[in-house]
């Protein structure tokens, strides 16, 4: 519950839209209660009168319609606000998480493999309807209980008491032990949930090997077992959350009888009428609508947090790689020089290992080598997205820990393994690269990558949208499309790691084939594990955490 | 609630719908019965405002003082209590049934996944994947415990409760048999007319919804071409676009919650000023004269006769998750499975399980790319019992298509026989026991180092680990962890090497008893003094067993018996490279 604390200052934000969407709220609860007090009022005078057609029939009958008619308007806006508060947090919350990533850049490494980018949505979007489903509705409950109280201690003092008990009960308690309830079994599901993410993770990503080894089946029923659990979880929750709205709706029930009573001590008394009475009883069955939704909102809440526990361990997260606090200058040119780079991503077990080469301004380099044996961390370490356990990185004789990183990125351009093609216009893909670049140098770095002329054909050509949303390119015309963004950025330095991965041996080769002619003078490093054209300057081999020239 | 999620989902096809429409029937009888207890706790709602409506007759008509109404007391508590035992224990049901469609779909999803061939999962994302089984299914809970309740509540209690009322009120019933029914078809027009306005827009929404994930996924790429502060703001300002065209959308999406609260109120508000009318003699519709118990009990049925369509409307969009889920699920995999039976579970065949080294004969073998293009072609090879070989080649050159084709894993066109029979013809369970392989990128899971190489054989005891282990070599790294072998790898483990995972890959296979070794690029993440001693592990294990080995490394090419070369996707023979010295041991 303390996580919800931390995003308080993106919620006082919207107090405005958030205090007129609850506003509208109570006053939807009112008119409900009003309407159905004044109809049993109305009705059972109606009853009792001896006066016949003297009756003053226009006092109930415009308040009847006028609180109907306040009540159509009023829950039509409430929905209405609630939902643009709620749109508007979500915007809070989408600047404050993105600019909290981009400190954390490389997220995938500290986060683990299953798909972050999904979970931090459903997160944000957990925490963006808090309000809605979950403050907004509990606090309207406790308005009500307080407001009703205070009225039946003016008009029947003998229900005032237990009314107040029995919704207090259903306002705070209720919820409260509630989420102290299903605490265990929601660990419980969490804990399940996540072994069958991993049973199938593994189960997909060693798919061959189970397959080969004859272990799917072995596989199969450990993901079963954990699908077994979570659904053995999940009852658990469910069924806490079943006894907690009976508890809600018993409570109501007391609160009824309690106050058929009290109002029937009162009339006997002659401390009331029977007009009154009824009036009361039906206005009290009226506010159990705001008590009815007490545990799903409570529910809400309880998720709320969760999400936002996780959201604050991943904004808390210490970022990898800091500024230097006294920058230096960043002396002009291309060299690259890895001089004794030893780095692990665990202490001890270094993948790279005192490995040193340089590369001078303007040579076309290719760093190859098998998967896994750290050819992306070079490029992880010459962009300072992590920094070296031993040795140094020198960017023309610079020291990279003493560059700031933004003069280092302009420096420096890398096309990562997974460079993505965003769903956008062409333009603004491009633009990424050198936002205020011109037509003309668009076309001229589509036309270098030899992609000018699929681009023509798109229907709005530059403007055509592409990516998922739009039109999609092959394979080969992505990677092709993140290599011109590459190429656009005036860094003189360009890193490519794995260009070709997902192109077919032919594509591959036509594409390593193009580059030493593209680089035209800047600096050029590939990283890759395919055949290097003999149009490279050199080939460096990388094994076992060592360089080696490759003849 | 509409979805505040902002996806717009694509127009999801009749086979979904009609595979939602079955999801149910999955939870078999349980969920049968909690869609049929709700009503009853709904019937006990009439018998609860009787009782509610006769008290107050009796005390404020007939002036009754508490004592002697005793009695309706008691029975008003407890048909309080025994509908609301009722209500919990259909929610309870639908709980259960809801979680026993869930598992087996669930269990369903991975026995499909887990069925289809390892090239068809290879090209997917395991972490869609995973979230179809964990997310995606989950998405269904709304649907199946909460709307389809809901649905046959909505269906069935309003009416109910107005032929109840008619014979006490004919015309409140009218009202309310009028009304009703009419919410739903003006909700409808009401989504129609969200539906139209969206479907308007739903180009710009969907691009707009997609940008977040979008950016967030290609976070890296924008933080190194220096665009933090300009996608920040991209981010908010395509967010508050989404929130304008969004709030378009909602003003006519909740004109439905209008519509609900219209009616109700005109329930309400009708049968008080209709009763009351009726009482003052200023109405009269009816030939008898109304109580103020059955007038009250009109009253009091009023809000529960549009309760379930609220609550209907409450829970409206969990149909639209449920189905935006099964949308997905078809969309990723091709089908919503259906849970499969114990029955339908395939036979274990146990086959004659034969030892000795394997002969292998190639004839006229072509593997194409799923696009057509012929990645290797007419490959003719006899390879005895027995041989090693090496097959060398630039990369992408085909010989990890050729060793995947030799392993069952590829199509291909040709024969190849093993041991004298046909490698389609011949049964999963003999080949995996003759034939052992070891991929380029073999994997890891979660769990210890021993359990990986457990793999190869579950029962392995200790000490045939510990050899397999020595032999591949791994316990040159892992007798260096505190753990040794027991050290946990995998997403919240050790992190190994390249080198190392082949490795452990390699220790794998030394507890199997295979006729025929495919083994492709083992040594390619080592130094050559690691590779040697690997090696030598290697030749050790394959005495009497054919091995078969694609390499870049002529310090293995030069360890085999025969070489032979791809080129433009055919099998040239090779000279078997000279032996070289033996590397000194240093570091892996």
Redesign the interface.
Known sequence: MRALLYFLPLFTKLTGPLLLSLALSLVTLAAGIGLLGISGWFLTAAALTTAGAAFNLFAPSAGVRGLSFVRILSRYGERLTGHNATLKLLSELRRWLFAKLFGLVPVERRFGRADLVSRLVADIDALDTMFLLALGPITSAAVVGVVMSTLLAVVLPGAAVAYALGFGSAVLLVPAALIALSRAPSAAANAAANELRRAVLDGIDGHQDLVLFGAVAATEASAGAAALRLAGAKRRVALVGSLATAAVQLLAGAILVATLLAGLEALAAGRIEGPVLAGVLLAVVASFEASAVLVRSATRLAGSAAAAERLVAVAETEPAVADPAVPSDLPPGGDVEFAGVTFGYEPGRPVLHELGFTVATGECVAIRGPSGVGKSTIAQLLLRLVDPQAGVVRVNGADLRGVPLSDLRRRVALMTQDAPVFGDSVRANLGIGRPAATDAELWAALEAVRLADAIRQLPRALDAVIGEAGRSLSAGQARRLCLARTLLSEAPIIVLDEPTSGLDAEAEAAFLADLPAIAAGRTMIVITHAEVPATFSRTLSLRAGQVSEQS | ??P???RISPAPDTAVRERLRRLSRDGGFVARLALAVPLVSGALLLVQAGL?AR??HS???GGL??AS?SGA?AW??GV??LR??I??AG??LA??A???V??NL??AL??T???RP?VW??A????????L???QV?AL?GYL?RYLPAMVQAAVLPLAFAVVIMPIDWVVALLFLVTAPLIPVFMALAGWGAEAASRRQADAL??LS???????????????????A???EG??AA??E??RR??RV??IA??S??VL??FA??G??G???Y???T????VSLRGTTL??EA??FC??MA?EVYQPLRLLAANYHDRANAMAALTEIAAQIGEVPSPVSSAAVRPVVSSARRSGPAGLRLADIAVS?P?G?D?ITGIDLDIRAGDHLAILG????GKSTLLEAL?G?REYRGQISLDGVELAQMDG?LL?HRV??L????????GSIADNIR??R?TACHAALRVAAQRARVTDFADDLPLGLDTPL??NG??L???E?HRV?LA?LYLRDPGLLLLD?PT????PA?EDAVLEGLLEFAVGRTLVIATHSPRVAARMQRCFRIAAGRLLPAPVPAARKPAERG??
């Open positions: 609630m509409i505040t999620s902002d509610l008290i107050l005390a404020i008509v003082g508490v109404l007391f008003l508590g309080i209590v609301i035992a209500a919990t929610e309870v709980a259960w809801g979680e026993t869930k598992l669930r269990r991975v026995t996944l887990l069925g390892p999962t290879a997917r994302s395991s972490g869609a994947l995973s979230g089984v964990v997310e989950e809970d415990t969907s691009r997609g940008y977040f994930a979008d950016r967030l996924r290609g976070l890296t790429t924008l933080k190194l071409f220096n665009r933090e300009v996608e920040t981010v908010t967010s508050e989404l929130r969004t709030m909602m003003r909740f004109l919650s209008a609260e219209f109120a005109l309400v508000a049968v008080a000023l009763v009351g009318l009482f003052l003699d200023l109580t103020l007038g009250l009253l009091l809000p790319t696009g293009r990645v630039p990369s992408g050159g392993a894993l369970g995996r052992a392989v991929g380029q990128r073999p994997s890891i899971f979660s793999l190869g579950r995998g997403e050790l992190g090497s390249g080198g995972i890959a794998r690029e390619a993440h080592l130094d690691t570091a892996a």
